[in-house]
């Protein structure tokens, strides 16, 4: 069997995040075994540039960032809430990889089988970034995963000092997140082939 390849990005910068945490209980508790790359360009992505969205004047980040989408079977993203909505540093990415001006290179974001789940110490775990965060998957047509719904609200309680996920609930929710993720990762690997 092809070992799926997903992209992981967390909308946190901070060197101790919860929902970079997350990403990494991903790796450890996939039951589906993939390949769970977690993306650490994020800060480097310069604010989206339309006069320099194409693939001669994007900068060399965001070409990769792109490719790196483009060439993944899926896409895991882990968002704090902030303001109420999507951190500026992701949706900045989102951007960025929500576009094919030439109509040659792929929409990276076009049909991606696409998660999402959120962490914050609050007792609303980033639930409201988590739906802004669906609204903007529905002009990409990203596929993403309806349900289940991670919302991993009071965070600080739920890894130990090492930051292990140790809280079960959330390993049980986080391994029915990725088995939802890998049926539409099959779904659309056996569309490409038949
Ligand atoms: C600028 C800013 C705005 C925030 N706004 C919200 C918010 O609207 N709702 C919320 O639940 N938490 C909010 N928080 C708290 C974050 O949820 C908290 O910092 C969280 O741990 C960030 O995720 P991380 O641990 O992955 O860095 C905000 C934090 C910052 C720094």
Same mark, same amino acid.
């Given at each position: 069997?092809?070992?799926?390849?997903?992209?992981?990005?967390?909308?946190?910068?901070?060197?101790?995040?919860?929902?970079?945490?997350?990403?990494?209980?991903?790796?450890?508790?996939?039951?589906?075994?993939?390949?769970?790359?977690?993306?650490?360009?994020?800060?480097?992505?310069?604010?989206?540039?339309?006069?320099?969205?194409?693939?001669?004047?994007?900068?060399?980040?965001?070409?990769?960032?792109?490719?790196?989408?483009?060439?993944?079977?899926?896409?895991?993203?882990?968002?704090?809430?902030?303001?109420?909505?999507?951190?500026?540093?992701?949706?900045?990415?989102?951007?960025?990889?929500?576009?094919?001006?030439?109509?040659?290179? =792929?929409?990276?974001?076009?049909?991606?089988?696409?998660?999402?789940? =959120?962490?914050?110490?609050?007792?609303?775990?980033?639930?409201?970034?988590?739906?802004?965060?669906?609204?903007?998957?529905?002009?990409?047509?990203?596929?993403?995963?309806?349900?289940?719904?991670?919302?991993?609200?009071?965070?600080?309680?739920?890894?130990?000092?090492? =930051?292990?996920?140790?809280?079960?609930?959330?390993?049980?929710?986080?391994?029915?997140?990725?088995?939802?993720?890998?049926?539409?990762?099959?779904?659309?690997?056996?569309?490409?082939? =038949?």
């Amino acid at each position: 069997m092809t070992t799926s390849k997903i992209i992981a990005i967390s909308g946190s910068l901070r060197a101790d995040s919860h929902n970079t945490l997350l990403l990494r209980a991903a790796q450890k508790f996939d039951p589906g075994s993939a390949e769970i790359e977690i993306y650490d360009g994020l800060r480097e992505i310069p604010p989206y540039d339309q006069d320099l969205d194409n693939p001669e004047q994007r900068p060399a980040v965001v070409n990769d960032l792109r490719r790196r989408v483009l060439e993944a079977d899926g896409l895991l993203i882990a968002t704090p809430e902030f303001n109420y909505s999507i951190p500026g540093a992701l949706k900045n990415a989102i951007d960025w990889l929500s576009t094919d001006f030439t109509g040659t290179e =792929g929409q990276p974001l076009s049909r991606k089988p696409t998660a999402v789940m =959120g962490a914050a110490p609050t007792n609303f775990g980033s639930v409201r970034a988590q739906l802004a965060l669906r609204q903007v998957f529905v002009w990409t047509e990203s596929d993403i995963v309806v349900k289940p719904e991670v919302v991993v609200f009071r965070s600080h309680e739920r890894f130990d000092a090492e =930051g292990n996920l140790t809280d079960e609930t959330t390993i049980a929710l986080l391994q029915d997140l990725l088995t939802a993720l890998h049926r539409k990762i099959a779904v659309a690997r056996a569309a490409r082939v =038949g």
